[in-house]
């Protein structure tokens, strides 16, 4: 079974590029209904399917996103 | 839901500390941004950010200063391998980088791509390609393609007036002073890791002092391509790839 992971994602950095979401292989994440200071709707969590794989946080731009995984 | 993950001994990715804290100013979506962080995380993994110094451009990422936590220095408008040189010389033990888009190093500064490269100097060029001025508007560049649009060329890029695209890289490869070269993007996690190796690698060969280490990515520019960061990267893979295609170009046996 696949390992268990977690992603914290700091909106207020966040650009809404949407970049993340194809890249997450488990479609952990979503763009959120309200929009943060700077105007942008941000990446969230829907699910608690991910696996710690790390892709959204190495492509995202900015650098928001924190990826834990089980050891 | 079961435990919670969140603990400093779960953590397998955050950002890197060769970054600073600043928020990037990049548009959404912008290649410059994750390219950065990769070439952050290169030094980073190879335990040299005391030991690094940056040379920033003119264009996009003229602030790229803010956001490496290594020594920087801003040089004039395309002139950036010309200051990296004096850099390299006076200091050949620290790992020396250029940072520079493609109206920089292609078209106002292409005498001291080309000459730097032709004398073997001992650093790494990152050349950041999206076929357009970014900074002053999405004017044509040396490397836009044909036919496309841009704010100076609004029927697109006529190949009889004002010429074809630039492959630098190709260019500078043919030089007896290149090292390594190779072309990579940012667009998708595995491309991005490949991107990671590859500046892994030249500033592995700077410090075995090589020569000339030139990695062009090819990047979108969602703002002046007029396109969602989806739409760019998925608009890059279709015309820019065919043109400019992936892969090692001059490579050590």
Redesign the interface.
């Known amino acids: 079974m696949a390992k268990?992971?977690?992603v914290?994602i700091q909106t207020e950095?966040c650009?809404?590029?949407?970049?993340c979401l194809?890249?997450c292989p488990q479609n952990v994440l979503a763009m959120s209904d309200k929009v943060n200071s700077k105007g942008?709707r941000y990446a969230v969590k829907v699910n608690?399917a991910c696996t710690?794989c790390?892709?959204?946080?190495?492509?995202?731009?900015?650098?928001v996103?924190?990826?834990?995984?089980?050891? | 839901?079961?435990e919670n993950?969140?603990?400093p001994?779960?953590?397998?990715?955050?950002?890197t500390k060769v970054?600073t804290d600043r928020?990037?100013h990049?548009?959404?979506?912008?290649?410059?941004?994750?390219t950065h962080?990769m070439l952050a995380e290169a030094i980073d993994e190879l335990g040299i950010q005391g030991e690094t110094i940056g040379i920033a451009p003119v264009g996009c990422s003229v602030l790229a200063y803010y956001y490496f936590d290594v020594d920087m220095t801003e040089a004039a408008h395309g002139r950036a391998p010309a200051v990296a040189t004096g850099i390299k010389r006076v200091l050949p033990d620290k790992y020396v980088f250029t940072y520079q888009g493609d109206g920089d190093l292609a078209a106002i500064g292409t005498a001291e791509t080309i000459h730097a490269c032709n004398r073997g100097e001992n650093f790494l060029i990152v050349f950041i390609n999206n076929g357009i001025y970014g900074m002053t508007g999405g004017q044509m560049a040396p490397t836009t393609l044909e036919n496309m649009k841009s704010t100076t060329s609004p029927r697109g890029r006529d190949v009889k007036t004002m010429g074809s695209p630039l492959k630098i890289s190709e260019l500078v490869a043919s030089l007896p002073g290149t090292y390594y070269v190779a072309r990579h993007s940012?667009?998708?996690?595995a491309n991005?890791?490949k991107t990671k190796r590859a500046f892994k690698k030249a500033l592995e060969y700077q410090k075995e002092k090589k020569g000339t280490c030139l990695i062009e990515v090819v990047s979108n520019c969602?703002s002046n391509w007029k396109m969602?960061?989806?739409e760019s990267?998925k608009w890059m893979e279709e015309n820019m790839f065919p043109f400019y295609s992936l892969g090692d170009i001059k490579a050590p046996k």
């Open positions: 268990k992971g977690d914290v950095r650009k809404g590029c949407e970049i194809s890249a942008y608690s710690g790390t892709n959204c946080a190495v492509v995202c731009p900015d650098g996103i924190t990826v834990y995984r089980e050891k | 839901m079961a993950l969140i603990k001994e779960n953590l397998v990715y955050d950002k970054l928020v990037l990049y548009c959404p979506g912008c290649g410059h941004s994750t962080r940012v667009h998708t996690p991005a890791r969602p969602t960061p989806i990267n």
